[in-house]
């Protein structure tokens, strides 16, 4: 047996170990041949040449994921540890998280899980793309940062972004104010998303000027979008005719992302969902992809990922 060292430098010690040194446990209980033992800033790793290679391997990537998103779950150290036998998915690896814009403060803003980055991938293979998964995965983010992305890259003219508006469970009343202030609450989490990646006054004026456009699902009835990036997002709240409308409004050198949440359908209970049905209807359709996001996807707080689980488990 061999000893190896690996010091941690510039590095949150339970950022990257985890809490009780869980993350490191997780790699040493898929290597149980060798002993992988952390004090301090340093990991110590004994065992036979071969598997300290993998380990060291396993380790770097592990560092090089957390430099890139400043924290590292045991999730994904499973998912470096699944790909460690498998050389073809590292370059999948690598890809993953690369820029897609940078925010109105420099900030990168990148896909941050698998699922994130499969969503990415679809979305540049496909013309129509489904988003589906719970709460704080990241998918009207990233669905936004794809389309600030394609906006700034001229390969669209325009950001269509809409939902319908439909009240989660609450009734709201009427609300004062012209159509744009009764239907900004429920574009909220929209603006927010625009916000972080455009510049205040630039943001100011793609609005003026319609280059973003964010309106409620009805007023797109009618319409032929062209060379536009058109993003749906609330999509359980739809109605099977509603979102049919919508797909057929796709236009010449077009990209759709349909957004939605199988847990937080809001409509009566005897309407069907326009989302569920058109998992049914549209299912092996060329140029249309699926992509199934999940609680392992959660980038909000922690217990987040905690209660979708619960919330799982009781249905």
């Given at each position: 047996?061999?000893?190896?060292?690996?010091?941690?430098?510039?590095?949150?010690?339970?950022?990257?170990?985890?809490?009780?040194?869980?993350?490191?446990?997780?790699?040493?209980?898929?290597?149980?041949?060798?002993?992988?033992?952390?004090?301090?800033n340093q990991i110590r790793i004994k065992g036979a040449p071969p598997e300290i290679v993998k380990i060291q391997d396993i380790l770097n990537a592990l560092l090089e994921h957390y430099h890139q998103y400043g924290r590292l779950t045991q999730d994904n150290v499973q998912e470096y540890l699944q790909d460690r036998d498998e050389p073809k998915k590292s370059g999948a690896n690598q890809s993953k998280?690369?820029?897609?814009?940078?925010?109105?403060?420099?900030?990168?803003?990148?896909?941050?899980t698998k699922n994130q980055q499969l969503l990415v991938d679809a979305v540049n293979n496909n013309d129509v793309v489904f988003a589906i998964g719970?709460?704080?995965t990241g998918k009207t983010y990233i669905s936004v940062a794809l389309a600030v992305q394609a906006l700034k890259n001229k390969s669209v003219k325009k950001i269509i972004i809409t939902r319908p508006a439909v009240e989660a469970g609450e009734n709201l009343g009427f609300l004062p104010g012209d159509l744009q202030e009764k239907i900004d609450p429920y574009l909220r989490p929209i603006y927010d998303a625009l916000d972080d990646m455009i510049h205040p006054e630039k943001l100011q004026y793609y609005l003026e000027n319609r280059?973003?456009?964010?309106?409620?699902?009805?007023?797109?009835?009618?319409?032929?979008?062209?060379?536009?990036?058109?993003?749906?997002?609330?999509?359980?709240?739809?109605?099977?005719?509603?979102?049919?409308?919508?797909?057929?409004?796709?236009?010449?050198?077009?990209?759709?992302?349909?957004?939605?949440?199988?847990s937080q359908i809001d409509l009566p209970k005897n309407q069907e969902s326009g989302l569920v049905d058109a998992t049914r209807v549209l299912e092996g359709t060329p140029g249309i992809a699926f992509v199934e996001l999940d609680a392992r996807d959660v980038i909000r707080h922690k217990i987040v990922k905690d209660i979708i689980s619960a919330y799982n488990r009781a249905q």
């Open positions: 047996m061999v000893e190896k060292i690996i010091t941690l430098d510039n590095v949150s010690l339970i950022d990257f170990l985890g809490v009780e040194n869980k993350n490191i446990k997780e790699v040493a209980t898929a290597f149980p041949e060798s002993k992988i033992i952390s004090r301090g998280g690369s820029v897609l814009v940078f925010g109105a403060k420099g900030t990168q803003i990148s896909a941050k719970p709460a704080g280059v973003i456009e964010i309106a409620p699902l009805a007023y797109m009835r009618g319409r032929t979008l062209n060379r536009a990036f058109i993003l749906l997002d609330e999509a359980q709240n739809t109605t099977p005719m509603q979102l049919k409308m919508f797909l057929t409004r796709m236009g010449p050198q077009s990209k759709m992302i349909v957004n939605g949440d199988r």
